[in-house]
């Protein structure tokens, strides 16, 4: 049941990863499964910052800006923003968030109903992106149309 082909409300289908407890809720197909379906329960710390946003609506950006401010440089090292997704995580292996060191800048795309519980006990900081939705619906359009894992084929795509 977890990676389903989900119809867009023309017909088309991509393939998502559906949430088992929350059905209402969708994530890459390639995200860790694991993660998406126990976001709550991850462990933050207090010094942690989270970037929260809607795909495609300027999250690596704020990201870039918010690695500069945290580093106190005007220049940051070149690193792959996805090893600090938290949905891309892999609490087994050498990707996992816990050894990431202090101050964390942690990305992900899940709503507030499921963010990390200590997000509220511990007082982590949450940075929320929004973006006229406009904007985000063209992005997210181009976006799934070009990555072939979501398996998304409009034929109406130039």
Same mark, same amino acid.
């Given at each position: 049941?977890?990676?389903?082909?989900?119809?867009?409300?023309? *017909?088309?289908?991509?393939?998502?990863?559906?949430?088992?407890?929350?059905?209402?809720?969708?994530?890459?197909?390639?995200?860790?499964?694991?993660?998406?379906?126990?976001?709550?329960?991850?462990?933050?710390?207090?010094?942690?910052?989270?970037?929260?946003?809607? $795909?495609?609506? *300027?999250?690596?950006?704020?990201?870039?800006?918010?690695?500069?401010?945290?580093?106190?440089?005007?220049? +940051?090292?070149?690193?792959?923003?996805?090893?600090?997704?938290?949905?891309?995580?892999?609490?087994?292996?050498?990707?996992?968030?816990?050894?990431?060191?202090?101050?964390?800048?942690?990305?992900?795309?899940?709503?507030?109903?499921?963010?990390?519980?200590?997000?509220?006990?511990? *007082?982590?900081?949450?940075?929320?992106?929004?973006?006229?939705?406009?904007?985000? +619906?063209?992005?997210?359009?181009?976006?799934?149309?070009?990555?072939? $894992?979501?398996?998304?084929?409009?034929?109406?795509?130039?």
């Amino acid at each position: 049941m977890p990676v389903q082909k989900v119809k867009d409300f023309l *017909g088309y289908s991509m393939s998502l990863y559906v949430h088992e407890k929350k059905p209402q809720y969708f994530g890459m197909s390639m995200f860790n499964h694991d993660i998406l379906e126990n976001m709550p329960d991850v462990s933050l710390r207090e010094d942690d910052v989270i970037l929260c946003s809607y $795909p495609k609506s *300027g999250c690596h950006w704020v990201f870039e800006i918010c690695r500069l401010l945290i580093s106190g440089r005007t220049t +940051a090292d070149k690193v792959d923003k996805e090893q600090f997704m938290m949905e891309v995580s892999n609490r087994f292996g050498n990707d996992d968030i816990s050894d990431l060191p202090s101050p964390r800048l942690l990305n992900n795309h899940e709503f507030f109903e499921n963010q990390p519980k200590d997000i509220l006990k511990k *007082g982590v900081k949450v940075i929320h992106v929004y973006r006229n939705p406009k904007d985000v +619906a063209v992005s997210f359009f181009y976006h799934h149309n070009r990555i072939p $894992p979501y398996e998304y084929k409009n034929p109406d795509f130039c």
